[in-house]
């Protein structure tokens, strides 16, 4: 599923977080503390990137999954910035900034967390991800426990 990446409808805060590697305030931000079932995308052009099945809380205060929606839809790389040494999570397609990634998740989750600003995400709830041109997903939730 391509999409075509649009920045001219994102929010000033949105624009500084994908386009500027900005980072939004720790439990002030929309998804933090979101628990519906649906997908999350790239708010730049839609590509699909985490699922709800793999959001949990970390008590960081932000968004975090223990993994992607898909093997190639992220890409990590080396991050220097405020003197730490850390992995970037970039969207493949957009190169939007997401987050990062830290070793700290859950072990029974893969030990992973995809700590990600809800800024560069938008949500697709389960209910509307066929009108939303997501329905592909919808399997994801069949299979859930």
């Known amino acids: 599923m391509k999409h075509e990446k649009d920045l001219t409808k994102l929010t000033p805060l949105q624009f500084k977080v994908t386009q500027e590697a900005a980072t939004e305030r720790a439990?002030?931000?929309?998804?933090?503390?979101?628990?519906?079932e649906g997908i999350y995308v790239d708010i730049t052009d839609?590509?699909?990137?985490?699922?709800?099945?793999?959001?949990?809380?970390?008590?960081?205060?932000?968004?975090s999954f223990s993994k992607p929606i898909g093997n190639k839809v992220v890409k990590q790389k080396l991050d220097f910035s405020f003197g730490m040494i850390r992995e970037e999570v970039r969207s493949l397609d957009s190169n939007a900034h997401l987050g990062h990634v830290f070793n700290d998740g859950p072990l029974s989750l893969g030990g992973r967390r995809y700590c990600i600003n809800s800024a560069s995400l938008k949500f697709i709830p389960r209910?509307?991800?066929?009108?939303?041109?997501?329905?592909?997903?919808?399997?994801?939730f069949d299979k859930k426990k």
Do not use: I, M, R
């Open 127 to 140: 209910n509307a991800l066929e009108q939303e041109g997501y329905g592909e997903f919808l399997s994801l």
């Open 27 to 36: 439990f002030q931000n929309e998804y933090w503390d979101h628990h519906e």
């Open 46 to 63: 839609g590509t699909p990137l985490f699922s709800s099945l793999d959001k949990f809380d970390s008590g960081c205060g932000w968004p």
